[in-house]
């Protein structure tokens, strides 16, 4: 069995590694249950419905100088941009992305009348600190699509 230790761990926008984080968590895919029973039935029935992407979150120091990660984050919000190119580390080389096509397991190759490609939307960032603490800033995002192993 693999166990992978969390200071290989990183979180990217393309190849720019997002400054000062130290801290990130996927919720993943959850699966809507949709309730089939009808009048005579003694026991409820379901269905899976559709899938919900999941969330994720980030936070560590807040480094206002990283133009390419930090700040590209909290302009991607103010601007409602979706965002293809997040990249959340494991170890050194394997990470979680947004699918880039309708293949699960190939997530980066976009072919086919039917590709529906997942992004992700950064819907809140947060900054705080106190007296004794470096500023520390967050970021919530929310899945649309899935987030594939890579």
Do not use: H
């Not at 996927?26 to 005579?40: I, N, W």
């Amino acid at each position: 069995m693999a166990a992978y230790q969390g200071r290989y761990s990183k979180v990217t926008l393309g190849s720019n590694k997002i400054s000062g984080m130290g801290t990130w968590s996927l919720t993943g895919v959850t699966a809507d249950q949709v309730e089939v029973s009808q009048f005579g039935d003694n026991w409820k029935s379901f269905v899976f419905g559709m899938k919900d992407g999941g969330t994720v979150s980030i936070s560590g120091y807040a480094d206002p100088s990283d133009t390419t990660g930090q700040q590209a984050l909290m302009a991607a919000n103010l601007a409602n941009t979706n965002i293809t190119n997040l990249q959340i580390y494991i170890n050194s080389t394997s990470y979680f992305m947004p699918c880039q096509t309708t293949g699960y397991f190939s997530p980066t190759t976009t072919t086919g009348a039917n590709t529906q490609a997942s992004y992700v939307n950064v819907t809140s960032f947060n900054m705080n600190t106190d007296k004794s603490n470096l500023l520390q800033i967050s970021f919530d995002l929310k899945v649309s699509g899935v987030m594939v192993l890579v």
